[in-house]
């Protein structure tokens, strides 16, 4: 009887199995094929994914448990929502399994910063980057609440650096946001990382004199910005394709950058491009995309030179202003002037409240004479107004831009990001009746913005957002 019983059992389980296996339940299932593929085959497609769909793949079998950790693409870590100590032992944790080597990538964005990490964790990603010898290297420690007194990390010192053998041989982007890091060891970079494209500072307080200076055969894009204790900069680099500066009034820093072709200047330097023009002179004319980030009102203003850069190459023009009601915007057609092939023009204008210091806007006002000339523009095609709110100065400088321009053939005007800042209303007034104000702006603003169509040519198209 007992003998029967097992038979049973034996058949039943021996069933069981067979039909596992014809339904691919089994251990060595290879209907996909991708079991057969040698284990340097699975890492490189395990390469190809993300972080953490990588790191899923470790519960498939036994096979598959620690072929994550040998990967060579990107480590990405963002902590979005993820409260400190979370993200911190997160990427802690998973810096200490991966042994791969070299890495393309290691970025970690740690913007969530309400009680900052401790020095020597941060110490121990930047060394990790080292060990992995990175192509790509970004540390971003912007801090979103900036009333918080939260000191900036201080990126390791020359020394640190190289006590390391050969540290960041293979690096060619370098990107560090709030990290304090010495002009030595700036140079260390520069001098050292032959293979480097691309070197980006914001936020650091302890950059003060910084020389770019060949041989950079590489080095295609730099940014400096928001650097709020430095003091000269010198650019003499033969290759530079994209330069960002935003930051303090110093002497002109692009000593001979031929292939410059992208800049973005913004903080009191850009008050210097429209008021002194004659500075810039020597690098404008082959510039193919300005950005002028005008944001930085002034105590005193000087009055404007009336030749601006003659920007013969530029196709593209991006401005990002401060605006004020009733002041005329007609100063930026003079820009439009002399940019003879021009192809698409941007603007976005931030209005401001009125303060009790009366600072200046940084930028002049002129006349309408003065701003045209008798100029007619042939090759403006695209016309952006971002933030369009349906001022009368908004509205009226529209106009101007199709009557010297003829030959635009887009206009977008987007009142999305719309936001009034020349009043405030009352804390007394509901939530209700708050929302309802708003709509009403909004409507108004889009009714405005509507009939700028009727304005332009038929041929013209006419895009409200």
Known sequence: ???????????????????????????????????????????????CMRLKDAVKTSIFSRRWRYLWRFTSGKLVFVDREMETE????????????????????????????????????????????????????????????FNLPVQNYEFPNIDKLLSFKYPFVSLKSLILVHVDIEDEVVQYFLASCIYIECLCIRGSSATKNLQVVDPLPNLKKLEVSDCSNIQSMEINAMNLVTCTYQGSKINSPFMKTPN??????????????????????????????????????????????????????????????????????????????ASPNLLEFRIELKYTTPDPLRLKMPYPSVTWQQARGGFCHKKLKVVEMISFI????????????????PSIEKVLIDTRNTHRRDHKLPNSITEEVREQMKSNVRISTKSHAMLMSCRFPLETKVVVK
């Open 1 to 47: 009887m007992e003998t029967n019983k097992h038979k049973a059992n034996s058949v039943a389980q021996n069933s069981r199995k067979r039909k596992r296996k014809e339904k691919g339940i089994g251990k060595h299932n290879d209907s996909g094929g991708i079991e057969k593929l040698p284990d340097d085959m699975l890492i490189a497609i395990l390469s």
């Open 390 to 405: 349906g001022y009368e100065e908004e509205r009226d400088f529209l106009d101007k831009i199709g009557e010297i321009a």
């Open 86 to 145: 979370n993200f911190k032992s997160w990427v802690n944790h998973i810096l200490q399994l991966h042994r791969g080597r070299p890495v393309d990538s290691l970025i970690i964005r740690f913007i969530n910063l309400v009680l900052g990490p401790q020095s020597s964790d941060i110490d121990s990603w930047v060394f990790s980057a080292i060990h992995k010898d990175v192509k790509k290297f970004e540390l971003n420690l912007k801090r979103v609440e």
């Open 260 to 337: 410059l072709r992208e800049l973005t200047l913004g903080g009191l330097f850009c008050k210097s491009f429209i008021f002194k023009p004659n500075k810039h002179s020597s690098y404008s004319a082959t510039l193919v995309k300005l950005v002028l980030n005008l944001n930085t009102r002034v105590r005193k203003r000087t009055n404007s030179s009336p030749d601006l850069p003659q920007l013969h190459s530029l196709k593209r023009l991006e401005l990002n202003a401060v605006a004020k009601i009733r002041r005329g915007l007609l100063f930026f057609i003079s820009l439009i002037k």
